[in-house]
């Protein structure tokens, strides 16, 4: 006899010294197992959110972390399957024999069910592939922010507005992961068109970029120089690049700007403007 077979018993013969009535016995007796089967699921979902939580105050990569949480997700969905078949047993209704023998009904729950199927399976690949981790910003189907979580059949992001955006896995086409590799900082400014741009490739000029690498510990690799990247009537467009620590390009741009306009009015240098750059839709920046 099983435990959970024994289990009823003893809640029944407990039930029965109490009442008489065999069917009231029957009844309670399915409450009480009910009752006891959710506080299971309870338990065990309990348990899951406790290692995903555990897991976050741990000192692991990004890839374990959201392994681990996917895993958790499916040991969660499956123990849910599982009591509810458990709670359906205990109200009369035996789904196994329906399941083993209900060979076009499982047709046409699979071929319903072909999307769930789908966004799972994608899921799955994209944890093995690390198409993408937890915290990672990227821009999936043209939603673009930060992966706060993968789920076996969806993933969120979370955008700068603080929105949060659910996407199907299996809807997942073509992801841009600004976070796989460095960055680049670029900062274009503009000239005048008799400027000297001999002041830029100056010994002087190198060591104002070198100090500034120094400085500034995100920067991994710098140039000595600025390059000219276009020159018109209305002047002449410089431009500066720096390799940076993943998602510091921003910061670090911000920060050449002011020391570029800095070191500009210290030389007493003549600088129009800054120009901003999207480095996603430029084909011809350089490092």
Avoid at 36 to 54: E, G, H, M, N
Avoid at 87 to 112: K, N, R, S, Y
Avoid at 193 to 215: M, P
């Amino acid at each position: 006899m099983s435990l959970v077979n024994q289990l009823r018993e003893t809640i029944t013969n407990f039930i029965r010294s109490v009442v008489q009535n065999e069917s009231i016995t029957t009844l309670l007796t399915s409450i009480v197992m009910i009752i006891f089967w959710l506080l299971v699921a309870s338990l065990l979902i309990l348990l899951t959110r406790v290692f995903v939580k555990k897991t976050k105050k741990t000192k692991e990569t990004k890839e374990s972390i959201t392994v681990k949480r996917l895993i958790a997700n499916m040991i969660r969905a499956l123990f849910v399957f599982w009591i509810t078949i458990m709670i359906l047993q205990e109200v009369g209704i035996d789904i196994m024999p329906v399941l083993a023998g209900a060979g076009v009904l499982a047709f046409a729950v699979g071929f319903g069910a072909q999307e769930l199927i789908k966004d799972v399976i994608s899921g799955c690949f994209l944890i093995v592939e690390k198409t993408f981790r937890l915290g990672d910003l990227v821009e999936i189907n043209g939603v673009k922010g930060f992966i706060t979580d993968i789920g076996i059949r969806t993933t969120k992001i979370t955008t700068w507005k603080n929105d949060v955006i659910t996407i199907n896995n299996g809807d997942i086409k073509m992801v841009l992961n600004s976070s796989l590799n460095t960055s680049l900082a670029v900062v274009d400014f503009k000239v005048s068109s008799d400027f000297d741009v001999n002041s830029i490739e100056s010994e002087q000029f190198a060591q104002f970029l070198a100090q500034f690498k120094e400085t500034h510990p995100e920067v991994l690799e710098i140039p000595n120089k600025a390059v000219i990247t276009s020159i018109l009537d209305e002047g002449i467009t410089l431009r500066i690049t720096a390799k940076t620590n993943t998602l510091k390009n921003g910061s670090i741009e911000n920060e050449l700007r002011k020391a570029l306009l800095d070191y500009f009015n210290k030389e007493k240098l003549s600088i129009k403007k800054t120009i901003f750059v999207n480095v996603n839709d430029r084909r011809d920046i350089q490092n």
